[in-house]
Antibody, heavy 117, light 113 residues
């Protein structure tokens, strides 16, 4: 069974940092593009970042470029999102999701990041 | 960036009746390989999104055949032939043609009248 389990969310002050993790199981992690998608409270879905199977390509939405970095550790079947210089508008549930251009076929349960003073 | 525009944003439907959601893209979603990477997701309250349809019209495993996707170029439609109670929630279209710059529509909230 495919499972994606996010962790690392929490309350952080504006300007602070946080590292999200996603533990993958039930599939060959190293064979898939992986993504972070977020959802602000009461709002829609926003793609945040994606990373190629071997980590050689990384892409981030403009609003997080220079502040967030996606990475992966294939031997550990893990996906990460390093977030720094956090802003109030980064408050959201962050989902780890598997897949590429055909959309993500598996999603985690999400982890809530709250940026507030 | 490709902008995805859904309509309506709110969709009250009577049980057993059909429903239709439209999605327009600001650019063509036909990729050079001939595929159209237009996907549909459903999110129930308090749950993670679930993919229903990928590459325009392909239903995911376990998705009832009352759901169908269609369209071409820049105009797309998700149809539910007979709405059931479990269909409530928010539906999103998503383009992957311009991968890795993925964009979602604003979402359409389906509720039972």
């Amino acid at each position: 069974e495919v499972q994606l389990v996010e962790s690392g969310g929490g309350l952080v002050q504006p300007g602070g940092s946080l590292r999200l993790s996603c533990a993958a199981s039930g599939f060959t992690f190293s064979s898939y593009w992986m993504n972070w998608v977020r959802q602000a409270p009461g709002k829609g879905l926003e793609w945040v970042a994606t990373i190629k199977q071997d980590g050689s390509e990384k892409h981030h939405v403009d609003s997080v470029k220079g502040r967030f970095t996606i990475s992966r550790d294939n031997p550990k079947n893990s996906l990460y999102l390093q977030m720094s210089s956090l802003r109030v508008e980064d408050t959201a549930v962050y989902y780890c999701a598997r897949g590429g251009a055909s959309g993500s076929d598996y999603w985690g349960q999400g982890t809530l990041v709250t940026v507030s003073s | 960036d490709v902008v995805m525009t859904q309509s309506p944003l709110s969709l009250p439907v009577t049980l057993g009746q059909p429903a239709s959601i439209s999605c327009r893209s600001s650019q063509s979603l036909v990729y050079s390989d001939g595929n159209t990477y237009l996907n549909w997701f459903h999110q129930r309250p308090g749950q993670s999104p679930r993919r229903l349809i990928y590459k325009l019209s392909n239903r995911d495993s376990g998705v009832p055949d009352r759901f169908s996707g269609s369209g071409s170029g820049t105009y797309f439609t998700l149809k539910i032939s007979r709405v059931e109670a479990e269909d409530v929630g928010v539906y999103y279209c998503m383009q992957g043609t311009h991968w890795p710059q993925v964009t979602f529509g604003q979402g359409t909230k389906l509720e039972i009248k």
